[in-house]
């Protein structure tokens, strides 16, 4: 492959995104992990520019008129982006870039990279789901409620997303995209 595989990972807040995405860093330290803006406060334990790009929203809006962004999108009040300029980059120099972001966001990829490969993350249960986003610690009641609301219109996304893989736990999760990635990289359209 002369170029690099873009693979893009999502689903509903909560699911264990985050907890695959590390896994799969840690299991290949050669995947380029794209960190992404947002103009959300920086939680406890987060690092500028490891974890996100901490913008203020005035900020954000002038990288988007300048096009600096691959995709962007507003989510619970807050902007996300992913820079364009480090994928193109990490792409053409052959390497494979996992980037984690919300399905907008992931439709936009798409649209934009026809040859990126979505990976939806499911939970195994909408209970499950409720517990890991109350077992966070991080949301308040109000917030948990709307993310959950919002699991039924997010489900809807799944139409667009080449792989689904669902959570039960973090090790066959990472085992299933880790399969996905191979199978990608041996397939005959790529070569």
């Not at 990288?63 to 962007?72: H, P, S, T």
């Not at 649209?111 to 939970?123: D, Q």
């Not at 949301?139 to 609301?149: E, G, M, N």
């Not at 990635?181 to 005959?188: F, G, N, P, Q, R």
Request: net charge negative.
């Amino acid at each position: 492959m002369d170029k690099g595989l873009l693979v893009v990972v999502s689903g509903p807040s909560g699911v264990g995104k985050g907890t695959i995405c590390n896994a799969l860093r840690e299991k290949y330290p050669e995947l380029v992990y794209s960190v992404s803006a947002t103009t959300r406060p920086m939680r406890e334990g987060e690092v500028e520019g490891v974890n996100y790009f901490f913008l203020s929203k005035e900020d954000f809006l002038a990288k988007i008129e300048a096009g600096a962004f691959l995709e962007w999108a507003e989510v619970y009040g807050n902007f996300y982006g992913t820079p364009k300029w480090i994928i193109d980059a990490q792409l053409a120099a052959g390497n494979h870039v996992l980037l984690e972001i919300d399905m907008q966001g992931a439709v936009q990829v798409k649209k934009a990279y026809p040859e990126s490969v979505l990976v939806f993350i499911l939970p195994p249960s909408e209970e499950e789901l409720a517990k890991r986003l109350s077992g966070r610690g991080t949301d308040s009641a109000d917030v948990i409620a709307k993310r959950l609301a919002c699991w039924q219109q997010e489900k809807e996304m799944l139409k667009h997303y080449d792989y689904a893989v669902v959570n039960d736990t973090v090790s066959q999760a990472v085992e299933r995209v880790s399969h996905i990635i191979t199978a990608e990289e041996c397939s005959v359209e790529r070569m």
